[in-house]
């Protein structure tokens, strides 16, 4: 009785160790890979005094550079919510030939570098490229505008709303919707009264995700954009010439709004998220 009394014991004391290894990990993983080096980003780029906030943000270069990000970041939220979530009920609600293979496609971007997606834009749209012709025809400016840093961005950012959505359409079944539709309730009505609500969290996790993605990207735009000072020039690819430029605190202060921004974003889905949990338990 006794051997088996320390046994426990022994085994509760082991895996005590273990829970807290893996504690201890994950703060490390949190306190040095994430937090130190934002730390350091807001270190540098306060260094200089609060002065720099007016001295950076009064720039007529970065108040374009931010504005450009934001209109590029709207558009991409628009077509990603929209066929992301039509993927999404595709994959969960339909079985059809070639699923797999789309379900494996909406990962791509998760697989190919930003850098890739940018060359590939330039051999679709420029000179040579397979609608040259087109872009020709209509005088549309593809390279180098808004719309290829629209596009790329689009390309990179959809898989976060589809893998967002997705999930929770298949653990939320189809009994309500079957339900609605008895009840007389088009799909459209079905979708909104019924489903929306469901995966709203999902959706908006999904969003927030985008929007982040949308606002550090740099390798994709830079190579359609060619990053041109008040035409081209996002927030990011403004970090990328001003720490060439040795403008480090006006670099530093910009990248450390986007990530402020994201972090604020994320944490504030999740925290509507468990008060909404909360308030459906009651």
């Not at 008895?182 to 489903?195: C, E, H, N, R």
């Amino acid at each position: 009785m006794a051997t088996t009394s320390g046994a426990i014991l022994a085994g509760q004391r082991r895996r005590k160790r273990v829970r807290a290894a893996l504690l201890g990990l994950a703060v490390f993983y949190v306190a040095v890979l994430l937090l130190a080096p934002l730390v350091g980003i807001a270190y540098v780029a306060l260094r200089p005094g609060l002065g720099i906030f007016s001295e950076t943000f009064s720039d007529a270069r970065v108040q374009h550079a931010f504005l450009l990000t934001g209109i590029i970041t709207i558009c991409t939220l628009v077509v990603t919510t929209l066929f992301g979530v039509v993927v999404a009920w595709t994959l969960s609600r339909d079985d059809f030939r070639g699923k797999k293979l789309m379900n494996a496609l909406a990962d791509l971007p998760f697989a190919v570098s930003p850098v890739t997606v940018g060359v590939m834009v330039v051999l679709l749209f420029g000179p040579a490229g397979w609608f040259e012709s087109w872009v020709s025809a209509t005088g549309i400016q593809v390279l180098f505008a808004l719309p290829s840093m629209v596009l790329v961005t689009i390309f990179i950012s959809i898989p976060f709303v589809i893998r967002g959505v997705v999930p929770v359409l298949q653990e939320l079944g189809q009994d309500e919707e079957e339900a609605a539709h008895t009840l007389g309730a088009s799909p459209l009505q079905s979708f909104f009264k019924v489903t929306l609500p469901n995966i709203k969290w999902g959706l908006a996790y999904g969003v927030a995700l985008t929007t982040s993605r949308a606002l550090g990207e740099v390798g994709a735009v830079l190579i359609v954009s060619g990053a041109i000072q008040n035409q081209t020039e996002t927030a990011t690819t403004f970090v990328l010439f001003a720490l060439e430029e040795r403008l480090d605190s006006q670099a530093y202060l910009v990248a450390l709004t986007l990530a402020a921004v994201s972090v604020v974003l994320l944490t504030g889905i999740e925290i509507a998220k468990h008060r909404g949990t909360r308030e459906q338990t009651r």
